[in-house]
């Protein structure tokens, strides 16, 4: 999964677990970065990875990345970019 | 001309109530969590967007048409200030009401991002007075609106709506509420 991203991401995606009540939306627009969890909250795809709320995506999950933080009914997603 | 102001006016607002009403029981399956058949998640969410911006489009027809029409006497600050109306002072009043509540909630789920979640959320359950007072609006102005045949539409509006209501009440309403419960328990 870490090699679909590259070695560069494109960028972020934050989740605040305050917010997140695991609706399942993003889970569902992302199934290549998020999978859900028995309890419907969102988890890192990649096992590997050492921070569980910060995601890295490649220019390829864009548009994808967009509508989940737009979608997300909690306002729990935002996109961090590298500065 | 003058009738078909008046058909158009009062076509687009029986339009608009219907479509309303989707949009209320929707945004009730869009908090349950749960897809609706062949809809994933994310579709019924933008579907109860959708239908609540076409209930809009029609809500602004209805409204417009009805400024020109000679017969309803509808001026502008009917439009804003509840109750002052030459015409079924009342009963057009709770269309205006309704009318604000709207503008309300378009106006936070517009600036959603910015105002927060937790604006966001208790300006949205103004819906829950928003649409009893619209089709309360419906009956008592309309001029079907005690017609046997309207009657007949705003039960089972009221049914659907009403049904919607007491399932999001019920303890089993969540999608995920089953799986954290007996985490839980």
Known sequence: MSAATGPEPAGHLHINWTRCDGRGICTELLPSLLIRDDWGYPLAADPELAEKSRIPFGRASERDVADAVALCPRLALTVLRPR | ?185
């Open chain 2, 1 to 185: 001309m003058d009738e078909a102001l008046w058909a158009f006016g009062r076509a687009s607002g029986a339009v608009s109530l219907a479509l309303f009403t989707l949009s209320v029981v929707l945004g009730i399956l869009v908090r349950s969590g749960r897809p609706l058949l062949v809809l994933p998640r994310f579709a019924v969410t933008l579907v109860h967007r959708n239908v609540a911006l076409f209930a809009l489009i029609f809500l602004g027809l209805h409204v417009g048409t009805l400024m020109l029409d000679p017969y309803a006497q509808l001026r502008l600050v009917d439009v804003v200030v509840p109750f002052l109306g030459a015409v079924k002072p009342f009963w057009q009043g709770l269309g205006t009401v309704a009318l604000d509540l709207a503008a309300a909630v378009v106006a936070t789920s517009l600036l959603r991002r910015r105002l927060g979640p937790g604006i966001f959320r208790a300006v949205h359950w103004l819906t829950y007075v928003l649409w009893p007072v619209a089709l309360l609006h419906a009956v008592g102005n309309g001029t079907d609106g005690t017609s046997k045949w309207f009657l007949l539409l705003a039960l089972a509006a009221a049914a659907a709506v009403g049904g919607a209501g007491l399932w999001r009440l019920s303890p089993r309403f969540l999608e995920s509420a089953r799986l954290r419960q007996e985490e839980a328990s």
